[in-house]
Antibody
């Protein structure tokens, strides 16, 4: 069964970085594309970027282009999303997802709450 | 960037009744639309892809229709477990993929 398990909640200060992990199991990791989406409280979902696991190619939403990095570790079937220069507006639940050929999220991680506060 | 607009923001429905949710795209997206369901404290769940194809395990009471710029999600007879927030998402033109603001289906 396809499963994505994310790392635990984080509390960060403005200006710092956060790195969220997403460990995959139950499917062929190398043939997948993993996407990241975030959701601030009461707000709509917001697509951040994705990585094609086999090639390592990434693509990011323009508004995050300068601050987000998505990488993968093939040895542990884990994808990481790092967001830098954090500000209070980055407080949100961050989700990873896979399936759907990279077009949509057929499977989701459980979400990771990132709180940015001084 | 394609803007997705959902209506209504909140839909009050009695159990057993039919619910009709709308999603509009700011430009044509063919049938490149999916619907998700999200319950409080949970990740979204894929319901419909390709505008009208139910995902694995999704009950037949959920149906999607539309193409171009106008889309509809219909829940034929609402069950207690269907009260949730529903989001549409386009995957026609990227980056980025974009989502609607959601429709909350609540108990009347």
């Amino acid at each position: 069964q396809m499963q994505l398990v994310q790392s635990g909640p984080e509390v960060k200060k403005p200006g710092t970085s956060v790195k969220v992990s997403c460990k995959a199991s139950g499917f062929t990791f190398t043939n997948s594309a993993v996407q990241w989406v975030r959701q601030a409280r009461g707000q709509r979902l917001e697509w951040m970027g994705w990585i094609v696991v086999g090639s390592g190619n990434t693509h990011y939403a323009q508004r995050f282009q300068q601050r987000v990095t998505i990488i993968r570790d093939m040895s542990t079937s884990t994808v990481y999303m790092e967001l830098s220069s954090l500000r209070s507006e980055d407080t949100a639940v961050y989700y990873c997802g896979a399936g759907g050929g990279g077009s949509y999220l057929g499977y989701w991680g459980q979400g990771t709450l990132v709180t940015v506060s001084s | 960037e394609i803007v997705m607009t959902q209506s209504p923001a909140t839909l009050s429905v009695s159990p057993g009744e039919r619910a009709t949710l709308s999603c509009r795209a700011s430009q044509s997206i063919s049938s490149n639309l999916v619907w998700y369901q999200q319950k409080p404290g949970q990740a979204p769940r894929l319901l419909i892809f390709g505008a009208s194809t139910r995902a694995t395990g999704i009950p037949a009471r959920f149906s999607g229709s539309g193409s171009g710029t106008e889309f509809t999600l219909t829940i034929s007879s609402l069950q207690s477990e269907d009260f949730a927030v529903y989001y549409c998402q386009q995957h026609h033109n990227w980056p980025p993929w974009t989502f609607g603001q959601g429709t909350k289906v609540e108990i009347k």
